[in-house]
């Protein structure tokens, strides 16, 4: 079983509407990142989190470390937001390593 | 005035070949890592580098050698390439060695090996 599991792997949206995509961990972290990764192939840094909530434009960001999950929600959906989200954690621990999860491709419908 | 940069963007090459990619940063990071993302587009981490140091070397073969001659470069060098090795490549880098940072990527270079 992966250390990083998100959900769903795939989701179909029409324009407009709210997205929420999760991510979850069996590890202990000591940060969470959220990327998004366009069509074309190129990776952008969304967010990193330790602990609470953040927000940019339409995006937030929420983790609760209790329950080791993460949400990554997008307000009123939009066509150009369609691309992959990936989580990753850093773990703690002697050897501090990055893992990913698989991925959530998301497909806006205009 | 891009911030990660890599080249070259696409690379392809004869398995048993030696073969380099290169990555520039123009952020001021101290950090820069390599990453690999395989045909089922699932990244791995390769290797971080903080200010000359290697800090994260994930297990990949000797075959792959990052190269750091200053903190703004980080170049991966690849021996006896294998048909295994096609992916994508990514470089990235964030401000510092915590590791907790935002990490900035690269446009990625897509290595085929024939």
Same mark, same amino acid.
């Given at each position: 079983k992966n250390e990083v599991e998100q959900s769903p792997q795939n989701l179909t949206a029409q324009e407009g509407e709210f997205i929420t995509i999760n991510c979850s961990y069996s590890v202990g972290i000591s940060a969470l990142h959220w990327l998004q990764q366009h069509p074309g192939g190129g990776i952008v840094s969304l967010f990193m989190l330790s602990s609470g909530k953040k927000k940019h434009g339409r995006l937030i960001a929420t983790i609760n470390i209790q329950e080791k999950h993460s949400s990554l929600h997008i307000t009123a959906s939009h066509p150009r937001d369609s691309a992959v989200y990936i989580c990753a954690v850093l773990t703690q621990g002697g050897s501090e390593k990055l893992v990913f999860g698989k991925g959530t491709k998301l497909t806006v419908n205009p | 005035d891009t911030a990660v940069s890599q080249t070259p963007k696409y690379l392809v090459t004869q398995m048993g070949n030696d073969k380099s990619i290169k990555c520039e940063q123009n952020l001021g990071h101290d950090t820069m890592y390599w990453y690999k993302q395989d045909s089922k587009k699932f990244l791995k981490i390769m290797f971080s580098y903080n200010n000359k140091e290697l /800090? /994260?070397?994930?297990?990949?073969?000797?075959r792959f050698s990052p190269k750091s001659p200053d903190k703004a470069h980080l170049n991966l060098h690849i021996n006896s390439l294998e048909l295994g090795d096609s992916a994508v490549y990514f470089c990235a880098s964030s401000p510092d060695g915590a590791n907790t940072d935002t990490q900035y990527f690269g446009p990625g270079t897509r290595l085929t090996v024939l």
């Open positions: - | /800090i /994260i070397n994930e297990t990949v073969p000797n």
